[in-house]
């Protein structure tokens, strides 16, 4: 019974509870760290438990009242209030199974998103620019910390690549659907005959990783400096403030110039690097699962082409759920929480028909 597996986590979140408390778990960091993150997961589901126990005690009551009540009336509004906790009573398990699947442990942590412009010569670089204000824009309609990491600009206007952190719970569950190639439609800035352009820029959307995630040792890195480039400011070309990474076992690189100090270009830089050496292994997990469901282009396959802007018609469409809003644009002004929540949502029936993990 779905009350039995409700208790079991009950147990197991109170033995959590009292793991935390022990001294020998708090001297050991990455285990504190484990054990609070199963915690807080946990807890929801708990507190799921008592309102769904508490709708079964009501139900029970109600049905009590049928069986012995002989007032027509007092029947009635037991009728009534039996059919409400019953309709309750089937929405709260349907979303108690969908908290039971496990979750996939990256959803909870920072993003790392870059974007880069493809084909379509310098409109893919003003297209870039357009999905990197898109993407700021839902952002601050969140209220989530971003922070420019490094960024190439485009020759014409946009950008040729631009990394940047989302520092926000859960940042990573909600941004990763947009990993893939992004397509416009529309006449560029620098068509003189009014033609219509086909245009790319791909976007990938990696974990952001901590130390005890991926070690990466001091002897491992070839750290070289470099003056800034990008629009004035009396650090740009004066001072060796920017910072490139080398992974030698990999050949993974990374680099930052967005701050004027270089300590903390390379602490940026080195997130960066480790989330990009994470994701090689990360994402062979995350194309077995692709295969088998497409919604989740999260596995970083950045040939997949997932959504399409037409400005001629005003219209976003979705491949891999076949959404599309002729509200376009809105939505490149960041109000694309509709098409993310589809998404969840369409992964979320796949994840329960399948009774798969992450």
């Given amino acids: 019974m779905l009350i039995e597996k409700l208790e079991a986590i009950k ?28 915690y807080k997961d946990l807890t929801p589901i708990v507190e799921a438990m008592e309102d769904y126990r508490n709708v079964l ?14 007032d027509e009336e007092f029947r009635n509004m ?11 009573r089937i929405k709260m398990e349907d ?3 969908l908290m039971l699947v496990p979750a996939d442990p990256e959803d909870s942590k920072n993003a790392i998103m870059e974007i880069r412009a493809g084909t379509g010569g310098d409109e893919a670089g003003i297209f870039a620019g357009d999905l990197y204000r898109m993407y700021m824009r839902y952002c601050e309609r969140n209220k989530w910390k971003t922070e ?13 690549e631009v990394i940047f952190n989302v520092i926000a719970d859960n940042a990573y569950g909600v941004m990763k659907y947009e990993s893939g190639v992004h397509r416009v439609q529309r006449v560029p800035l620098t068509e003189t005959m009014g033609r219509v352009h086909t245009s790319a820029a791909s976007v990938a959307v990696l974990p952001e990783v901590d130390e005890v995630d991926v ?51 390379y602490d940026k830089c080195l997130k960066v690097l480790r989330s990009r050496i994470y994701e090689v292994e990360y ?26 802007y037409n400005y001629a018609q005003s219209r976003v469409t979705d491949h891999r759920i076949g959404l599309s809003t002729h509200n376009l644009p809105l939505f490149v002004d960041g109000d694309i929480q509709e098409f993310l929540d589809a998404l969840q949502l369409a992964e979320n029936a796949e994840r329960l028909k399948e009774g798969t993990t992450v």
């Fill in 95 to 97: 979303d108690i199974r």
């Fill in 148 to 160: 420019l990491v490094d960024f190439t600009e485009g020759t014409a206007g946009g950008y040729k």
């Fill in 215 to 265: 070690v990466v040792r001091n002897e491992d890195i070839r750290k070289d400096t470099f003056c800034s480039g990008g629009k004035g400011g009396q650090s740009v070309n004066t001072t060796y403030s920017a910072v490139r990474l080398t992974h030698l076992p990999t050949g993974i690189v990374a680099q930052c110039q967005d701050e004027r100090s270089q300590i903390k270009n």
């Fill in 11 to 38: 147990v197991r979140r109170d033995e959590v509870e009292q793991e935390l408390g022990s001294p020998t778990v708090m001297s050991d960091m990455k285990r504190f760290a484990g054990l609070s993150k199963e």
């Fill in 57 to 70: 005690s009501n139900i029970e009551s109600s049905r009590e009242v049928l069986m012995n009540e002989k």
């Fill in 283 to 308: 994402n062979k997990r995350m194309e077995a699962i692709a295969k088998k469901r497409k919604t989740m282009v999260s596995s970083g396959d950045r040939s997949a082409k997932i959504r399409t």
């Fill in 78 to 88: 037991a009728k009534m209030e039996l059919d409400e906790l019953e309709a309750r």
